[in-house]
């Protein structure tokens, strides 16, 4: 099923686990991985709204530059 290991193997290996470390350590343990999973997602996704921000960032700076060089053109335009 699972290269090679069958449905019962992993019951076994369950059981095992569960008799070394108990359900009390267990489910922390399971707590502390989807805190950690929930905590990799949000720094994830807060970098990429970093990113989308300094990329419209970037557009808008272009845009300012593009319309204080025209306003500068106009200005000397009017000026001759």
Do not use: H, P, Y
């Not at 290269?3 to 019951?11: F, M, N, P, R, Y």
């Not at 359900?23 to 949000?42: E, H």
């Not at 419209?56 to 000397?76: C, L, R, Y």
Request: charged letters at 30%; hydrophobic letters at 35%; aromatic letters at 6%.
């Amino acid at each position: 099923m699972f290269g090679g290991i069958s449905v019962w193997q992993l019951l076994i290996l369950l059981v095992v686990v569960i008799l070394i470390f108990g359900t009390k350590k267990l489910r922390t343990l399971g707590g502390d991985l989807g805190g950690a999973v929930k905590g990799f997602k949000k720094a994830m996704n807060t970098e990429e709204e970093k990113e989308q921000e300094k990329e419209t960032g970037k557009i808008s700076e272009q845009k300012q530059d593009a319309q204080f060089s025209e306003s500068v053109k106009k200005e000397d335009k009017n000026k001759s």
